[in-house]
């Protein structure tokens, strides 16, 4: 019997993988790089081709077959093959410790940065190096046998805690819904999310509609349904999920987990010399210190309170004249921001959807990845896809050249994590055999699907989304560094990596873009002018109030890292409701366990790292400012960011990759400019 996930030949055959084949040939491959491991570090004399290339191409070879497995267990979870992804993770964490504690590897690494051939390898190999040897020091190479051997405990317990964390959520998420038999109960619910819930109804062979907590069946109720009890229902249910709280209290609770994972990482990092989990997550990113990651959330902070709070009183007085609504709930925020978005701007989301058809948004964005950096994106049909609705892209460049493919899977549905992402098939570099491998991507939205024989309708919220994913789609894909370690997405400091991403978000309000952009999926007229206008308009409505709730975000993760001392002394609660006392405008009723599926900080890669996304987006914006003042399809400005940004990849320092790009230093003008907050 030949194991599909063994087949290295093409692309992963997903609909040949089956859960009994992805222990063993993930063990095996384990295996296969800690023998050519061992077998490497027996020659005398350490070398890049000796010993780093080798290394690269077995570590390749593991992760191409994890990919896959990895990937299904995201979008197509079912209980046997997530039993087979999680027996795993114990493997892989000890494989991981296995190489960041071994000295001799270490040793080795620390021999070829001192030869003389050092200075003779390419600047990315120099970074590849000297980025391993940052990386044993903080896998803790030089810590005794005793220490070592808890690191390695420590850190296969954190990875499980970080499986089982979203493991609940999507339980959670999964394990509610809302049927609902009388059209009455559903007033003020626009045709699109009514149709939506019909069909989900009647997959379900029920009469009605049925609402879940998936975004696309969420929002819609709490943005427009006029039954307040529905809305504060779902919304309870939604931000209960995986806690001792709501409907479902104590089921998938992820409050242990919480704590258990904030001890460990306190432990970890003590363990390896920082001060706390913060500092330790500092050491690999583009940010110094932690004060000048709070001073700059800080200040952030300050400068959008005042205007965020104004967006509060606006709300409150407008729902209060116009709809005698009492004191405002959580729940009626979306709703009533809704009526005055529409009346302020006359603009409606549901009113822009039909504009916004699939098919022209994915063209569109083409077209502007097109005129930006003359690449052309094709369609292959026949590829061999984990579900139905996934398509497969390849794209070429102005010499016909392939420079990389992806899977586009855009819908929600049931057993699919919530979300957005864009995660690697595969990376861009030379094998040993000199073949160039070209990087290959995975995006994933959870977008409304078609309803009927409508084509899928997205909101403007949606075409921002796929545009951000894109961004980190051909950061991946457009790389023409070789070395694996540092091509594409790899090796980019944690901090940095949102700046293709949030970059690629400005041609979404760009009117010479959406003309090609939108277009009305039975008329295809492009969104008239005076829609076009109010949406412009209305770009900034709220936007403070949403910079301070993104921050708010980022304050907890960094400085709950910061100060966790145990679960006894430092309740997470409290401290999220301390955070939200010095920061927030807006404090969420006393049920709300948001932080139960604050996946990005719990159970993937933002740990004192949510701040990110703001420490980026200054870069993005400010990276955008030199196409608003040159064209913004401007080829010479594009031939630069492709050049000196997204080629580039992790192969050298993210200020010296933007320096070259924008002749400076980044300033943070753009950003409070492009939110519309008054610097
Ligand atoms: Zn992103």
Request: charged share 25%; hydrophobic share 35%.
């Amino acid at each position: 019997m030949t194991n599909p996930i063994n087949d290295l030949s093409g692309l992963p055959q997903f609909s040949a993988i089956k859960p009994e084949h992805i222990q063993p040939a993930i063990e095996e491959a384990i295996a296969a790089c800690k023998t050519k491991i061992s077998d490497l570090l027996s020659q005398d004399n350490y070398s890049w081709d000796s010993l780093v290339a080798p290394i690269e191409e077995i570590d390749d070879e593991l992760s191409r077959k994890w990919s896959p497995v990895s990937h299904m267990n995201s979008v197509v979870s079912n209980d046997a093959l997530r039993e087979a992804h999680d027996a795993c993770l114990p493997a892989l964490s000890e494989y991981g410790t296995w190489v960041g504690q071994n000295a001799d590897l270490y040793n080795a690494y620390c021999q070829i940065e001192a030869s003389s051939e050092f200075a003779d390898l390419s600047e990315a190999q120099q970074k590849v190096i000297t980025q391993a040897i940052r990386d044993f020091k903080l896998s803790g190479v030089a810590l005794n046998e005793d220490k070592k051997a808890r690191y390695a405990e420590v850190k296969s317990r954190l990875s499980d805690l970080g499986s089982t964390f979203s493991n609940n959520v999507m339980d959670a998420t999964l394990g509610w819904q809302k049927h609902i038999t009388d059209i009455a109960e559903l007033a003020g619910l626009p045709e699109s999310a009514l149709g939506a819930a019909k069909q989900l109804a009647e997959s379900k062979e029920l009469d009605g509609w049925v609402f879940t907590l998936d975004i696309p069946s969420y929002l819609p109720v709490l943005t427009y349904a006029d039954n307040r009890e529905l809305r504060e229902e779902m919304y309870r249910a939604y931000t209960t999920r995986a806690s001792e709280q709501g409907p479902n209290a104590g089921k998938w609770d992820n409050t242990e987990i919480i704590n258990e994972t904030l001890t460990l990482r306190q432990e970890l990092s003590k363990l390896l010399g920082f001060e706390h989990f913060a500092e330790y997550s500092l050491a690999s990113k583009m940010a110094n210190s932690s004060e000048q990651v709070n001073g700059f959330l800080l200040d952030l902070a300050n400068r959008s309170k005042p205007q965020a709070q104004q967006d509060i009183d606006t709300l409150t007085s407008y729902a209060q004249e116009h709809f005698q609504a009492g004191e405002l709930q959580a729940w009626d925020f979306a709703y009533y921001s809704e009526k005055l978005k529409e009346q302020t701007y006359k603009i409606s989301d549901e009113q822009l959807r039909p504009y916004f058809p699939e098919s022209t948004v994915v063209k569109g964005l083409f077209e502007v990845i097109s005129r930006l950096y003359k690449l052309t994106v094709t369609e292959r049909e026949g590829v061999d896809t984990w579900h139905k609705d996934v398509r497969f892209y390849d794209i070429k460049d102005e010499s016909g050249e392939l420079r990389g493919s992806f899977y586009l899977d855009l819908y929600a549905r049931e057993k699919k994590r919530g979300g957005a992402w864009m995660d690697e098939c595969q990376v861009r570099r030379q094998k040993l055999d000199s073949t160039q491998q070209y990087p290959v991507a995975y995006l994933t939205c959870n977008f409304s699907g078609p309803v009927g024989d409508k084509p899928a309708l997205f909101t403007h919220d949606e075409v921002v989304t796929l545009f951000h994913e894109f961004g980190h789609g051909i950061h991946h894909m457009l790389t023409k560094i070789n070395v694996g370690g540092v091509s594409g997405i790899n090796g980019v400091a944690w901090d940095a990596v949102e700046l293709p991403s949030q970059f690629l978000e400005n041609w979404c309000w760009q009117p010479e873009a959406l003309s090609f952009i939108s277009g009305h999926y039975e008329t295809g007229e492009p969104l008239p002018q005076t829609l076009l206008d109010n949406m412009l308009a209305a770009r900034n409505f709220q936007s403070a109030m949403q910079m301070l709730r993104q921050l708010e975000f980022s304050i907890f993760d960094f400085s709950l890292h910061e100060n966790f001392i145990d679960a006894e002394q430092t309740n997470v609660q409290a401290w999220l409701d301390q955070v939200r006392e010095q920061v927030a405008v807006l404090t969420p009723p006393s049920f709300n366990r948001f932080q139960n599926s604050f996946g990005h900080i719990f159970a993937g890669g933002y740990a004192a790292g949510y701040y990110s996304y703001k420490w980026a987006e200054v870069l993005s914006s400010d990276a955008f400012s030199r196409f608003e003042e040159e064209g913004i399809f401007n080829q010479q400005t594009g031939q630069d960011f492709l050049h000196n940004i997204l080629e580039m990849g992790g192969s050298k320092e993210p200020m010296e990759l933007f320096v070259a790009f924008r002749g400076r230093e980044p300033e943070v003008d753009a950003l409070l400019r492009h939110s519309g907050i008054a610097a």
